[in-house]
C-alpha cells in the first residue's frame, strides 16, 4: 500500500568527496601517540591529585566546621571526588579510584546521610591522602585491599540507616 504523494529522494553522498580518497591513520600510531600523551601528563596529575586533595581537605575542615554540616561542602567533596575516580586508574592510581567512587557513591546516594557521617567521609579522605603521600601505585597490598573492605562495608551500612 503506497502513497501517491509519497516521493523518496536520494541525496547523494558527499563525504568521499570532501575526505578524499587517503588511507586513514596507522591505528598503532595512534595508539603510540595516546600512551605518549598520557606519559608526559603524568607529572601534571601527581599536581593535580594533589589539588584534589586540598580541595577535599579545605572541603571536609568546612564541613566539620559547620552544625549541621555544610551541605556546599559536601557537594565539593563528591564532585572533586568524582573527578578524582574518573582519572587515577589512567594515571597509575586504581586505589583513588575505587576510594573516589566509594566515596563519591556513598554521598551521591544520601548528601544529608552523608553529612550525618563525616567520620566515614573522614575516613575515605585519609585513605586518600594516605596513597598520594605514599605514593601507592596500582593496588597497593593486603593493608589497602582491607581498608578498602572495611570503607565499603561501613558505607552500605550507614546507607541502609
Known sequence: M?????????VPNLL???????????????VEQAEAAIEDMQDQY?????DYLE?????????????????????RIRKTSHEMKGQGLTFGYPL???VGHMLHGFIER????????????????DFMNLVVQ??????????????????????RKLSKK
Open 46 to 50: 601527581e599536581g593535580w591529585i594533589r
Open 134 to 155: 605514599k605514593e601507592i601505585h596500582g593496588d597497593g597490598g593486603p593493608e589497602e585491599e582491607q581498608l578498602l573492605g572495611a570503607l565499603e562495608e561501613a558505607a
Open 2 to 10: 503506497s502513497d501517491k504523494n509519497t516521493q523518496i529522494i536520494k
Open 96 to 98: 583513588l579510584t575505587q
Open 16 to 30: 568521499r568527496a570532501k575526505v578524499g580518497n587517503r588511507p586513514g591513520p596507522d591505528l598503532d600510531q595512534i
Open 110 to 125: 544520601d548528601e544529608a546521610n552523608a553529612a550525618r557521617n563525616l567520620d566515614l567521609i573522614a575516613a575515605h579522605v
Open 55 to 75: 580541595t577535599i581537605n579545605t572541603a571536609l575542615s568546612e564541613a566539620q566546621a559547620s552544625v549541621p554540616p555544610n551541605l556546599d561542602a559536601i557537594a
